[in-house]
């Protein structure tokens, strides 16, 4: 079976340096960190830094959020224009107060038909479009069906679905169930599974119990990138080795520094650094240590002590 993995927009990780290390470890599709829509329109210098990318990392696909459909046509038109990304994705699920209270982000979902304008005014730019939805708001109004109908007949080619509900937060079950329904009600759009996949096993849960082909690593490619290979592996049941994990810290603080100034690549990096860390054995007062890290020297070397080298 051809299976596809793609790496989730997730906002405060997956930047250049991490979708760059993604794909060296076999992400097939890359989504930028959320972009504001309304930010594009105002010719926003730290919204067009979200937007740059190298040529290794496509296909990529730009994720918009905003609330008003002419807002995405613009950003949409001029992101096309500039930076020429695979395709672009609307964000129907962030739970973010802020972002809820202005109306964006999950609180979409009260309004199928305003997705629906919002995918035809993201279209004109002429790319494919997306949208990326959880199951509902709240249990009592799970209507993942209508979004994915008005997303569809204003011509999504791509539906995401996060298998919980905004209420669900980033912890409840995933819903199988419902992903399940989406595929068999738009067999001709490509379905995307999203939610709980951490580990190859996961993996084979998501494709087996949903019957896409198409899934969506988000959290579990922290501290962890090379689970799209890992999973692949897998799949074929091929034998697979991690890669060492020194080296790919090394590589992604390369990564880090080479993208962003450094006065910003290391802070940045400290959460990243959490995620590596997390699980192994003796690494507390590492850990410790590297939150506190101001320079790259003084990483470098709580590095080498800690993994010997
Ligand atoms: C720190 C963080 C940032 C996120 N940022 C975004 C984002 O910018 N856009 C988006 O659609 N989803 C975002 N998400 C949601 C993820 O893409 C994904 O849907 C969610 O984490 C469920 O997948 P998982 O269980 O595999 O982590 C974010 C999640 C987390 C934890």
Known sequence: MSVTLSLAPLAGYTDRAF???????????????????????FSDAKTRELASFGEVERPICFQLFGREPQDFEIAAKTLARDFSPEGFDVNCGCPVPKIVKSGEGSELMRSPALIGHIVTATKKAGLPVSVKLRLGVDEEHKNVLDCAR?????????????GRTREGGFSAPIDFASIARVREEFP???????????????AREMLEKTGVTHLMIA????????????IKADLDARPFVAPDLYEVICHHLELACTFKPISRALPEMRSQLAFYFKGQRGAARTREALM??????????????????
């Not at 506190?292 to 080298?309: H, P, V």
């Open 150 to 162: 008005a997303a569809s007949e204003s011509g999504a080619e791509r539906i995401i679905v996060h």
């Open 292 to 309: 506190r890290a101001t320079s790259r020297a003084q990483i470098d070397t709580l590095l080498k002590e800690f993994f010997n080298r």
């Open 219 to 230: 959290r579990g490619a922290l501290g962890h990138p090379w689970l799209f290979d890992e």
């Open 19 to 41: 979708r760059t290390l993604a794909k060296e470890h076999g992400a097939d599709l890359v989504y930028s960190e959320m972009i504001s829509a309304k930010a594009v329109c």
């Open 188 to 202: 001709n759009v490509e379905i995307v599974a999203n939610g709980g996949i951490n580990t190859p096993a996961d």
